[in-house]
């Protein structure tokens, strides 16, 4: 098969077959350019198939006419068919045969695989008129979604070319178990449909034998039925397959709820809002793995999807999984279920460019972005999200947007911005005030701010502050007392001589002068203002070097050792203020208090080298580390118009 394949252009075809019969060959493609698609492909060799028996064409070839001809949900879907050579090639969807995986299905799938070819059956025909004639496992097959599908039509033919001698024509190519002893005389007697009847109730019977019967309502009663009914050496007395749909077994809570959800399309809107206004409660009735394996293609389907009473009643409860542990909480599936069986569906609905769709799932992104895997995030979902962005539409982009926020959170804002950035923004909250109760210190709470405290005696009958009378700097208007110029210059002055000190010290790194704050000093008896300088530290970078700040608070624990102590207010009055050898011996506080006056240093920045690829870079001027390039929201700016594009590099 190398050179063959190697001249189908479009397709790469595996190498191990699915399945070989007498009339051709099964093997899975995959067709490139389209998301890797994989599909059926069939190979025959129409030269080894020409017989008298059956005539030209080929049954591949007839068989794919047919299905091209015959389309319905549950008959095999046709994708392309062509001759090459000496063959004829069948391209349909992905599926296999179902002898493959008849073990391995449930009763429950059996049951809705069964009535998945009654519908085919009942479509050709009441629809086409026409009869299947060869209805057995090798004419079925199972997609990849589990759903059972008719096919081997290359025996199907109209009901007006029915006749005895066809059916004795295709009889070698037959299940010979599935066909009636008495056919000839169903054809005289009895409408076609008879036929396929009979080889419906063996098909029933083969694939029910092995299976657990009390797992579905009524399966042992749809069994005999089958056998007393369908078999009947009558054929008069064989039901319709139409009437079949109504047995039990076919109309059990769970089958209805699979039915109303396949035929869809063809309810009206009134009987769509009482099925979705109920849905909810009757799927909690069952497993909610069985619900997800079985349901779960059908849930999330474009008519649920697109329905107005879905969106609002059912949809929420379906696309946002519940915690395990959680009893209260309502939603229909477990986070391992989610996971499991919906989100390889949402991946796939990912790619579907259809506005009504995406935004449907937009608006439930944020309920089951944490279900998906960092990979198929990064690779499966963030590139789709991409494309919508760039739409005319501004719904649609608002939308997308907001879920492209949700993912910054668990991809980081490297991987879902890209480009070049840097740390363009500042924290600039206060910093915390750290106070010491017992030494009254308030320290970093404004930046460039110098803070002279006074305690000052508070009057606790009227509950004020009451500040002491300070004297003129110069002297000249107090002329009612004399005192000594000695004891005025070193005790009336010695207050404002620190604050004119200080405040020149660290003039320049202060931009406004120092705050005063009056606090109440709790000792009792003692009247004497005391000063404590503190200096706020300034958050960005200044000239005040390490050293000022350390001999400003040096000066506040000296003023606080050398406090005096007065025993009565009345000693504050310049007139009865006596002298002590403490204050004599005052320590001088302006020794090497001169201020150092750094040259501002001047950082020189070199400009960024290469323009940045995104619409969200920025120019960094600051110099920052950390940048990471990144080429997340790649945006061409020869998409812009000329002026657009220099706006964005400016």
């Known amino acids: 098969m190398g050179n063959e394949k190697s001249a189908l252009h479009g397709l790469q075809v595996d190498e191990k077959p699915v399945e070989i019969t007498d009339f051709w060959v099964h093997y899975t493609a995959h067709v490139n350019g389209y998301g890797a698609q994989k599909v059926s492909l069939f190979i025959s060799e129409p030269s080894l198939h020409y017989n008298a028996n059956f005539g030209n064409p080929s049954p591949l070839e007839k068989a794919a006419k047919n299905l091209m001809l015959y389309r319905h949900p549950c008959i095999l879907k046709y994708v392309s068919s062509w001759h090459k050579g000496s063959k004829f090639f069948l391209t349909t969807e992905q599926v ?26 009942v479509f050709l025909h009441e629809k086409a ?27 199907l033919c109209k009901s007006n070319d029915l006749s005895s001698a066809y059916l004795k024509k295709i009889k070698s190519y037959r299940y010979e178990k599935g066909i009636s002893i008495n056919e000839d005389a169903t054809l005289s007697s009895a409408s076609f449909k008879a036929i396929d009847a009979y080889a419906f109730s063996i098909l029933a019977e083969d694939v029910l034998k092995l299976k657990n019967p009390e797992e579905v309502p009524s399966c042992m009663e749809f069994v005999q039925f089958c056998k007393e009914n369908l078999q009947n050496a009558d054929p008069c007395l064989r039901s319709e397959l139409s009437s079949v749909l109504q047995h039990p077994f076919f109309t059990h809570d769970f089958m209805r709820i699979y039915a109303v959800l396949e035929e869809l399309p063809l309810k009206s809107n009134q009987e769509k809002e009482i099925f979705f206004g109920t849905l909810i409660l009757q799927l909690r009735k069952f497993p909610e793995n069985v619900v997800a394996e079985q349901l779960g293609r059908l849930l999330l389907s474009r008519m649920v999807l697109l329905d107005t009473t879905a969106q609002e009643k059912f949809l929420p409860f379906v696309l ?21 069986y919906l989100v390889p569906k949402l991946l796939q609905m990912f790619c579907i460019r259809d ?56 991809l980081g804002a490297a991987t879902v911005i890209g480009g070049n950035r840097g740390k363009l923004f500042t924290d600039g909250r206060p910093n915390k005030v750290k106070e010491n109760s017992q030494n009254n210190n308030i320290a970093n709470t404004l930046p460039f701010t110098s803070i002279i405290e006074f305690t000052v005696p508070l009057n606790t009958n009227e509950k004020t502050i009451d500040l002491p009378e300070r004297p003129s700097p110069d002297g000249g208007e107090d002329k009612k007392e004399n005192v000594s110029a000695i004891a005025e210059e070193e005790y009336t002055w010695s207050d404002w001589d620190v604050q004119e000190t200080v405040s020149g010290d660290i003039h320049s790194c202060v931009p406004q002068f120092s705050e005063m704050i009056c606090q109440p000093n709790h000792v009792s008896g003692d009247a004497n203002p005391t000063p404590i300088i503190t200096s706020s530290t300034p958050t960005s970078k200044t000239t005040a070097s390490v050293t000022e700040i350390e001999k400003t608070k040096m000066i506040k624990s000296t ?3 050398k406090s005096v102590t007065l025993s009565d207010i009345s000693e504050l009055d310049i007139k009865n203020s006596k002298l002590t050898n403490s204050i004599k011996e005052e320590y001088d506080f302006f020794t090497d208090m001169e201020p150092v006056i750094k040259k501002a240093e001047i950082l020189h920045v070199q400009e960024p080298q290469t323009l940045s690829r995104s619409v969200f870079d920025v120019k960094i001027l600051n110099g920052l580390e950390g940048t990471e390039e990144n080429d997340g929201w790649d945006e061409d700016l020869s998409e812009w118009g000329t002026d657009d594009a220099s706006e964005l590099k400016t």
């Not at 179902?98 to 070819?117: A, D, F, K, R, V």
């Not at 299947?132 to 097959?141: F, K």
């Not at 519940?322 to 391992?336: E, M, W």
């Open 96 to 121: 296999k045969p179902l002898i493959q995986t008849i073990e391995t299905q449930s009763t429950l799938q059996i049951c809705m695989g069964l009535y998945s070819i009654l519908r085919a059956l």
């Open 129 to 155: 008129s026409a009869s299947h004639n060869n209805i057995c496992s090798s004419s079925i097959y199972i997609t990849s979604e589990g759903c059972w599908k008719l096919g081997g039509l290359e025996c």
């Open 320 to 340: 946002k999984p519940r915690d395990g542990n959680d009893t209260t909480d309502n939603n229909l599936f477990t986070i391992p279920t989610f996971k499991t």
């Open 355 to 410: 506005m009504s769709i995406r935004l449907v799932l937009l608006s439930h992104f944020n309920s089951f972005i944490h279900t998906f895997q960092i990979d198929e995030l990064k690779s499966q979902v963030l590139p789709e999200l991409l494309v919508g962005i760039k739409d005319t539409d501004d719904h649609l982009v608002s939308a997308t947007l907001k879920a492209l926020a949700d993912m910054v959170s668990i």
């Open 559 to 561: 003023f606080a050792k």
